[in-house]
């Protein structure tokens, strides 16, 4: 038989990519699983992959924010220290996760400073994003900041829609509340009156 020799270097290389690759298909399960509603098997998985690799920064992040959307949001945060220290030069859009953990916890101040920073180099990128901001800035009472957001929210999510063509502001904010992930009645209209006071149809 053909014998396949390696270092124990390569052995320990091979296993991380598969430990990685596994991390990276949990992760999207969840995320599949939470965008269905299905907060159960998204909790399961988390879980799971918690325990198996506890020091993987994706994982404890992704934990975070589904925690926030069944409405665990206290559970969170120290999820997202361990995310940010294993990961000192972590992705931005791990700040979006934790500007909806911060709104699940009224710290609206951080959300829209985070948020700020997340979509300053290119705000049409990040219509989502904007709402969430609107939201919070109209909680905080800095209403010329949400109404700015709140323009820039339907403009970007219009220029990208792909829905009914009908569709206009209450379909896109009923779009964003919808695909916040929230589990809890209470948590959704937390952040259907922040929009509604941001002056959206919510």
């Known amino acids: 038989a053909e014998r396949y020799d ?34 159960d098997s998204a909790e399961r998985h988390l879980d799971l992959a918690r325990a198996m690799n506890p020091n993987d920064h994706m994982i404890q992040i ?5 925690q926030a959307c069944v409405g665990n949001p206290e559970h969170a945060l120290p999820a ?11 992705p931005s859009w791990y700040n979006f996760y934790l500007s909806c953990i911060l709104f699940q916890l009224g710290r609206f101040g951080e959300v829209a400073s985070l948020l700020e920073q997340r979509i300053f180099d290119a705000p049409a990128r990040h219509g989502r994003e904007m709402g969430w901001r609107a939201a919070a800035c109209a909680y905080l009472n800095r209403a010329d900041e949400a ?56």
């Open 80 to 90: 997202v220290e361990i995310a940010f220290r294993l990961n000192p030069r972590y």
């Open 62 to 66: 992704v934990w975070a924010w589904v």
């Open 6 to 39: 390696r270092s124990i270097e390569d052995v320990f290389i091979i296993q991380a990519e598969i430990a990685q690759n596994i991390v990276a298909t949990v992760a999207q399960r969840v995320i599949d699983d939470a965008h269905w509603r299905e907060f």
């Open 147 to 202: 109404q700015k957001a709140s323009k820039l929210f339907l403009r970007t999510i219009g220029s990208c829609w792909n829905g009914d063509p009908a569709a206009g502001p209450s379909e896109y904010v009923n779009w964003l509340v919808d695909s916040s992930c929230l589990k809890r009645h209470d948590d959704m209209e937390r952040l259907r009156e922040g929009l509604r006071l941001a002056g959206l149809p919510a």
